[in-house]
């Protein structure tokens, strides 16, 4: 089946905000097996959208449109959509009760304009939003179908895995299936993955394809086959041998989250981390705290940007900067065990690295990064040398620090 994705809002056409639901969208609905056609964004304009409406009906099979379900009045995807099919909007009292009760949970009083939010196109079917108050819409006419989604990522997400996708799987109809597997790297370049497994595939079936962005680079094995388990099977044997050569740059798997594995890891083993951050500055103890439950083994960090805070908070020594300097494995090792010895955890993590876009010498360029991780049985170190700008080093850093850690807990 042919699918078409709308975005609307004048955020997204004026540059605003980050259209982050075309790649979620598009990477999902590919792999349920629709033909992403087409990525249409429209402000908030009733004619334009009415246009845009009417043309994605004539050579779509699946109209996906996102954003426009607010209780204001530029919120005009479902008045659009209804006026093009020829709908009337009546009030639906569930959805009406569901926003009110919305409001009564937060201590709020309803404003009047969200029952607009609770009018629904007839006939349509009503997807529940457990995060918002703009319920969702799934018009099915003819054969065609279109499904209406909220703006706001953690609502949309949320609706489309629990309520949308199951329908659309039954609805994906048959032929080829398609698989794919997404290998997360990072401490090298884009055009340098490629040339370590440049033999090994490119656009044939299965292909490679690749992504870049801060601090990784996605390696994405697509295969397609007549049955889920024989695609499945040409991913991983292709996955195999791009894994064999990239082993020293691998930090996950597809969409898995290294914080929440690290988490689990010193959970089930009953330890604690603790971070000496400098060229980082707080990200990766960010990181490991974005993850609810963190408390149990993550117990603080250190912000270490100056050499003064290394040697003073730290207990770097001042012969070791002076002979090594600030960027050095020798500095990144006294930051770990400082950091384990000062807040009396199991494990000390500290980075030091030059993110650029200034500081940099023949002899320590931009990007060049010394991981340490020190435990109660000694320290270890890496050393990285990350491609990119500033944001790109330092994502680069965050993402390696935990894979340090990952790999440690792994053996242990």
Known sequence: MKAELIFTGSELTQGR?????????????SELNFDVAL?????????????????????????????????????????????????????DEKSLDGIRNFFDRRGMTMPE?????????????????????????LIEKGNKIIALLPGPPHELTAMFEDTLMPILSQKAGSGAVTRFKAIKVTGISESAVQDLIKDLGGQGNPGITYLASPGQVQVR????????????????????????????????YGDENIEVIVGKQLLDKGMSIGVAESCTSGLIAARLTDIPGSSAYFIGGVAAY?????????????????????????TAVAMAEGVRNLIHTSLGLAVTGIAGPD????????????????????????????????????MGTVNAALSMVRSFLQEK
Request: with cysteine; glycine share 8%; charged share 20%.
């Open 359 to 394: 500081g940099d010498t023949p002899n320590k360029p931009i990007g060049l990064v010394y991981i340490a991780l020190a435990s109660e049985k000694g320290a270890s170190y890496r050393k990285f040398h990350f491609p990119g700008n500033r944001l790109a080093v330092r």
């Open 221 to 252: 094995i697509t295969a397609q086959a007549a049955s889920a388990e024989q695609a499945e099977k040409m991913v991983e044997e292709l996955s195999e041998k791009v894994s064999c050569r990239l082993k020293d740059y691998i930090f996950g």
């Open 39 to 91: 990525h249409i964004t429209v402000g908030d304009h009733f004619e334009r959208l009415e246009q845009v409406v009417r043309q994605a009906l004539e050579r779509s099979d699946l109209i996906l449109i996102t954003g426009g379900l607010g209780p204001t009045t530029d919120d005009l995807t479902k008045d659009t959509v209804a006026h093009v099919l020829g709908l009337p909007l009546v009030l």
């Open 17 to 29: 905000i980050v259209n982050s639901h075309a790649q979620y969208l598009g990477r999902w609905l």
């Open 306 to 330: 100056s050499n003064e805070v290394k040697k003073a908070i730290l207990g770097v020594a001042p012969d070791i900067i002076d002979s090594h300097g600030a960027v050095s494995k020798e």
């Open 113 to 137: 304009s969200n029952i607009r939010q609770a009018y629904i196109p007839q006939g349509a079917t009503i997807l529940p939003n457990k995060r918002g108050t703009a319920p969702g819409i």
